[in-house]
């Protein structure tokens, strides 16, 4: 009996050395420095100027995140290079942003984001952002945000709550890598600014191809989203008569059906847009009486009509400015293949019509009624 005893517990021994993973590979959270966010920018030199952020463990630090920054050609030869006098083994598999100057931006993006398609380590649901302004300034600044969490989960949770309210895009890496190939839907970005005080994110970063060409602000961003056809939730600011104290009605903007409908009979396309939209009174002043049937449905004309103005008001700028996030191009490509490969797309573009009808039906005055 204590033969067999002793056997199981050979043979026990034995699979534990063969299946239980040991500590040859062990990954020390104190020596490892995880990338919250990378920015990219250029200095006077035109050099490529690579940051980061990582989080401060070690207690006797009184600063909670570092700050490191390097120049070079290349993200995987900057990342090395931060490595050599950082003291700790940099990870990117944390990244939360990745934030690009303006001026990088309008030089183009695709090239520089080609090691996180190449490499597993790498983050690809990171969000990609343009930064009115600096990266590395951002960062070192929000060192003094003494009321706020870690810049990054600042970022992120600032990002997610202006998502929610479709005042600016969901742009991931993935995102952009798969438009960049797509070559018929212009990617978008999150736009933001910064000063002493505060991050904030002013709307959405417009490209053409992988070069930034403009910007449209959180409202026009709702309105961009219901364009393409995406899920909305933005409030929208109706106003008669801005010298009184309280003016305008603030209304809310959660549902709208999108309709497209392309003539390709002449050289130049025909495209007719038609968005039912659905609101809901949020604010208002009480002389509009929006509680009378006759007042309410004058209200709901003159809401379509300025809606409508605004759509048109902002496809004629991203036409002005040459992008294309609403997919127009792909639309024509699928439905209209033959006619698609007869032109050249780009050159086009600014030459289409657009029609464009806005029904806005007002379903709910609140509590309120």
Same mark, same amino acid.
């Given at each position: 009996m204590d033969k067999i005893k002793k056997a199981v517990l050979v043979l026990t021994v034995a699979q534990c050395i063969f299946l239980l993973s040991g500590c040859w590979d062990q990954k020390i959270f104190e020596e490892i420095g995880f990338i919250l966010q990378l920015g990219l920018e250029l200095n006077e030199n035109d050099e490529l100027v690579y940051s980061l952020t990582m989080p401060v463990v070690n207690k006797e630090i009184e600063q909670d995140i570092e700050i490191l920054s390097t120049t070079a050609p290349l993200l995987r030869e900057a990342r090395d290079k931060i490595r050599?006098?950082?003291?700790?083994? +940099?990870?990117?598999?944390?990244?939360?942003? +990745?934030?690009?100057?303006?001026?990088?931006?309008?030089?183009?993006?695709?090239? +520089?984001?080609?090691?996180?398609?190449?490499?597993?380590?790498?983050?690809?649901?990171?969000? +990609?952002?343009?930064?009115?302004?600096?990266?590395?300034?951002?960062?070192?600044?929000?060192?003094?945000?003494?009321?706020k969490t870690r810049v990054a989960f600042y970022v992120s949770n600032l990002i997610d709550e202006t998502r929610k309210r479709t005042a600016t895009p969901e742009t991931r890496i993935y995102d952009l890598a798969i438009l960049q190939h797509c070559k018929t839907i212009d990617p978008t970005a999150i736009y933001m600014r910064y000063d002493e005080k505060k991050i904030e994110v002013l709307g959405t970063a417009l490209f053409k191809e992988d070069k930034m060409v403009g910007n449209l602000n959180i409202v026009d961003t709702g309105i961009l989203h219901a364009l393409m056809g995406k899920k909305i939730n933005f409030s929208y600011y109706y106003r008669e008569n801005d010298k009184d104290i309280k003016s305008g009605i603030a209304f809310s903007f959660k549902l709208v059906r999108r309709k497209i409908e392309i003539d390709t009979s002449d050289s130049a396309p025909k495209i007719n847009i038609s968005l039912n939209y659905i609101t809901s009174l949020d604010e208002y002043d009480s002389h509009h009486r929006l509680d009378v049937a006759e007042n309410k449905e004058e209200m709901?004309?003159?809401?379509?009509?300025?809606?409508?103005?605004?759509?048109e008001r902002i496809l004629a700028y991203l036409q002005e400015v040459g992008s294309d996030p609403i997919g127009f191009a792909e639309m024509v490509r699928s439905k209209h293949n033959a006619y698609y490969k007869t032109i050249d797309w780009r050159r086009i573009y600014p030459e289409i019509e657009f029609n464009v009808e806005i029904k806005t039906t007002i379903e709910s005055q609140g509590a309120v009624n």
């Amino acid at each position: 009996m204590d033969k067999i005893k002793k056997a199981v517990l050979v043979l026990t021994v034995a699979q534990c050395i063969f299946l239980l993973s040991g500590c040859w590979d062990q990954k020390i959270f104190e020596e490892i420095g995880f990338i919250l966010q990378l920015g990219l920018e250029l200095n006077e030199n035109d050099e490529l100027v690579y940051s980061l952020t990582m989080p401060v463990v070690n207690k006797e630090i009184e600063q909670d995140i570092e700050i490191l920054s390097t120049t070079a050609p290349l993200l995987r030869e900057a990342r090395d290079k931060i490595r050599n006098f950082s003291g700790k083994r +940099i990870e990117g598999g944390k990244t939360q942003q +990745i934030h690009f100057s303006r001026e990088l931006a309008e030089k183009g993006v695709g090239d +520089i984001l080609d090691v996180f398609l190449r490499s597993p380590e790498n983050p690809i649901l990171a969000n +990609i952002t343009v930064v009115d302004g600096s990266p590395l300034e951002m960062f070192e600044m929000s060192l003094e945000y003494k009321d706020k969490t870690r810049v990054a989960f600042y970022v992120s949770n600032l990002i997610d709550e202006t998502r929610k309210r479709t005042a600016t895009p969901e742009t991931r890496i993935y995102d952009l890598a798969i438009l960049q190939h797509c070559k018929t839907i212009d990617p978008t970005a999150i736009y933001m600014r910064y000063d002493e005080k505060k991050i904030e994110v002013l709307g959405t970063a417009l490209f053409k191809e992988d070069k930034m060409v403009g910007n449209l602000n959180i409202v026009d961003t709702g309105i961009l989203h219901a364009l393409m056809g995406k899920k909305i939730n933005f409030s929208y600011y109706y106003r008669e008569n801005d010298k009184d104290i309280k003016s305008g009605i603030a209304f809310s903007f959660k549902l709208v059906r999108r309709k497209i409908e392309i003539d390709t009979s002449d050289s130049a396309p025909k495209i007719n847009i038609s968005l039912n939209y659905i609101t809901s009174l949020d604010e208002y002043d009480s002389h509009h009486r929006l509680d009378v049937a006759e007042n309410k449905e004058e209200m709901e004309m003159k809401l379509s009509d300025v809606m409508k103005s605004d759509c048109e008001r902002i496809l004629a700028y991203l036409q002005e400015v040459g992008s294309d996030p609403i997919g127009f191009a792909e639309m024509v490509r699928s439905k209209h293949n033959a006619y698609y490969k007869t032109i050249d797309w780009r050159r086009i573009y600014p030459e289409i019509e657009f029609n464009v009808e806005i029904k806005t039906t007002i379903e709910s005055q609140g509590a309120v009624n």
